[in-house]
């Protein structure tokens, strides 16, 4: 058992020493002496493939002096193929605007080559006091190299200044198209 378990350390120290033990690169065989000599074919990950990325924005002037913006993403967040939505509203009070609050909601749907993918709603809420954009990510699975697309429907924000409803909006859909995976 000794001489095995010795035969495999050599091998192993023999391709670190061949700079052989790289991340993301894996030996086609085991690691094994032959003849003094280890296999050289290596294999490594597909580092070309990238995840569809592209935006797009909209905004809209609803009712008793409010604003709002609403943008679609499909992004890479931390390595997953990810949807975003964020968010911005402001209230005319007078003559200037402030960022205010607003929930926002809408449909959402995600298809590949016009194959769905996933879909659902969305909700959430924006926060004035640090920007007053706010963001809402989704996850889905990205399918293969091909062309994505993102639609955002029905989207609708409704605005709170001073804790009561001031306006809302409907939004325009927003379609992103991307090639990517």
């Known amino acids: ?9 050599a091998a192993i120290a023999v391709g670190a020493a061949l700079g052989c033990a790289q991340p993301n690169v894996a030996l086609a065989d085991a ?7 280890l296999s050289r074919t290596v294999h490594s990950a597909d580092t070309t493939a990238t995840l569809p990325q592209g935006c797009q924005r909209q905004t809209a002037y609803g ?4 604003w709002s913006a609403v943008e679609g993403c499909l992004v890479d967040r931390y390595g997953h193929s990810t949807v975003k939505v964020e968010a911005q509203c402001q209230y005319r009070s007078l003559v200037f605007y402030s960022v205010v609050a607003c929930d926002v909601s809408g449909q959402y749907s995600v298809s590949k080559d016009g194959k769905p993918l996933k879909d659902g709603s969305f909700s959430f809420q924006t926060d004035p006091h640090h920007g007053g954009g706010s963001d809402y990510y989704l996850r889905y699975m990205c399918q293969g190299s091909g062309t994505y697309t993102l639609k955002l ?13 001031r306006g809302n909006a409907a939004m325009p859909d927003i379609t992103v198209i991307a090639k990517g995976c």
């Open 1 to 9: 058992m000794l001489p095995k378990l010795t035969t495999i350390a």
């Open 31 to 37: 690691p094994q002496a032959r003849g003094g000599n």
């Open 63 to 66: 009712t008793k002096g409010w």
């Open 153 to 165: 429907t029905k989207i609708r924000t409704v605005g709170y200044y001073k804790g009561s409803q």
